[in-house]
């Protein structure tokens, strides 16, 4: 057995104050008060026999200080509860069938004509995507002039996804000028279809005729039911909508007839766009591989509401009973972000592991890296008040969506991609669960992987669990555990055991799971 006792795992242990939804976590108050404790223990060279803090002093600093952090924070110290426990169980006698959970993959931003993570390449193709969502946008100036084509520059951005190993997923939101020649995001039919279908047609038989970029997925538009304030030109009707659908959907198929066309990438999924497509590709009017729409929110249950919706719509269609349902852009609420470090990565693993419960075909987590805009790239194509919203959100407001910073920085749910990737093979079924705590299992050769999670949900104050980890039945090999530290400056990733496996142990491992914390298990079977 390899017990992680609460000195192991204290540094994976958030200390909360709370109010409301207020989460803040000090690690820094934390360490300070250990310093001063163990100062009184331990004072300075050349001050012995009197101490810098006595142990009355060490009190009331420490009261202080918790006092001061609090005024600062405006919230009220958290209840210490315990959660009960758990007693996790994968069955490694059978497979449940494969997993693949790199279908739940990823985008980025329609913010720049340059190629916005070329230099994460490499950090990105560890993540193994199938599929990157690109946003088409004007400022590729595909369309220059009449019978005019500037392919070049999307080639780049094109093949940097291409680089990571993944697939482009096409998002067509761009509004070429000779076409749309009055700026207005309510203006979304081109004043010629044909031009328009015959610029599609070029489009997608430059990509996977003359370049063979194999690109499979082709949206017609984004968030089209809001308009400039979801940073594309278009805000559709739904009668405008299925109209210019059908006239590009046709375009692409023509170009390539093994391609797959949908949308419509609603950002609220309640717009009547949404049962509009389904109802004029239902009646076979047009053609529908999938089906997209957005989602931000840090509330689990509104992801499940919206697929079991759209589901339930496809399934009134014969015709659509094999379209994909595809949530291509997805985070956590931007309004109210969590600001807790350790809630992006277990976010992401309810999130992902809801998905794949509840049948999702594909997933695009928004986005891959933060970017300044440039509102100059924008201008000819938007409204100065899009434009404006555009630079001033993307370039003033804090931002909390990419897996890396504007800097390049990594962000901790990176780390939680990485784990997912790891869920290849025989998917293993996994007793134990309950609201608030995940897991997910695999078996590839000789290697079992186990990821597990805090999430929370709904509760004022959570407590810890203390939770028991076994496989069924228990194999010979080693056993190792890691934690994922989103505080740390390096290895957020962090090795706290490898053992020999103890046939006579009670537990193959038991641990102290605080809330939001993330740990996975390797078991190397002999």
């Excluded at 279908?103 to 599929?131: C, E, I, K, W």
């Excluded at 489009?203 to 997925?217: A, D, P, S, W």
């Excluded at 309640?270 to 109802?279: E, V």
Aim: proline letters at 8%.
């Amino acid at each position: 057995m390899s017990a992680v006792s609460e000195r192991d795992t204290k540094q994976y242990a958030p200390m909360y104050v709370t109010s409301g939804d207020c989460k803040m976590r000090f690690p820094m108050m934390q360490h300070t008060i250990l310093v001063a404790r163990q100062t009184q223990k331990h004072p300075p060279n050349g001050q012995r026999g009197h101490q810098v803090l006595t142990r009355k002093q060490g009190r009331i600093f420490t009261v202080l200080l918790f006092a001061t952090m609090l005024a600062f924070s405006g919230c009220t110290p958290s209840q210490s509860t315990d959660a009960g426990s758990a007693a996790l169980t994968a069955d490694i006698s059978h497979s449940m069938g494969s997993i693949d959970l790199t279908r739940y993959a990823l985008g980025q931003g329609g913010l720049s004509d340059q190629p916005m993570f070329d230099s994460a390449v490499d950090q990105v193709h560890q993540l193994h995507p199938q599929t990157v969502r690109l946003f088409v946008q004007e400022y590729f100036n595909l369309y220059p002039a009449h019978g005019k084509y500037h392919w070049t520059t999307l080639d780049k951005s094109i093949e940097t996804i291409l680089a990571t190993g993944a697939r482009p997923l096409m998002c067509l939101c761009f509004k070429p000028k000779v076409l749309f020649p009055k700026i207005d995001d309510r203006i979304v039919q081109p004043n010629s279809y044909p031009e328009w279908e015959q610029l599609i047609e070029h489009l997608v038989r430059r990509c996977n005729v003359e370049k063979k970029y194999g690109i499979q997925y082709w949206e017609v538009g984004n968030e089209v039911d809001i308009g400039e304030s979801g940073g594309s030109p278009y805000k559709f009707t739904p009668d405008e909508y299925t109209e210019f659908y059908k006239h590009t959907a046709d375009a692409i198929l023509r170009a390539d007839p093994q391609a797959k066309v949908g949308g419509p990438a609603l950002a609220n999924y309640h717009s009547p766009i949404g049962t509009a497509l389904i109802k004029y590709c239902g009646q076979g009017k047009a053609p529908l591989s999938f089906f997209s729409w957005h989602i931000y929110s840090s509330h689990p249950d509104v992801y499940v509401k919206s697929i079991r919706t759209f589901k339930k719509e496809l399934a009134e269609y014969p015709r659509l009973n094999q379209v994909e349902t595809i949530i291509d852009e997805w985070n956590m609420s931007l309004s109210n972000p969590d600001l807790n470090p350790y809630f992006q990565p277990a976010f992401v693993l309810q999130m992902t592991d809801g998905f794949l419960n509840e049948g999702l075909s594909r997933s695009a987590y928004y986005h891959i890296r933060d970017y300044h805009v440039d509102p100059n790239l924008f201008a000819p194509f938007m409204s100065p008040e899009g434009t404006m919203f555009m630079a001033h959100w993307w370039n003033t407001m804090p931002q909390y969506d990419g897996l890396f910073d504007q800097q390049g920085r990594i962000r901790p749910a990176y780390f939680a991609f990485k784990l997912l990737s790891l869920m290849r093979g025989g998917r293993l079924q996994v007793a134990g669960t309950k609201p608030g705590i995940g897991a997910i299992a695999s078996r590839n050769g000789p290697w079992i992987n186990l990821v597990f999670w805090s999430f929370p949900q709904g509760e004022r104050h959570p407590g810890t669990t203390g939770v028991t980890v076994d496989l069924s039945p228990r194999p010979k090999g080693r056993v190792r555990l890691v934690g994922l530290d989103p505080t740390a400056p390096l290895n957020n990733l962090e090795q706290i055991s490898n053992e020999t496996i103890d046939p006579k142990a009670p537990h193959l491992l038991s641990v102290n799971l605080h809330p939001y914390n993330v740990y996975w298990v390797e078991v190397d079977v002999e």
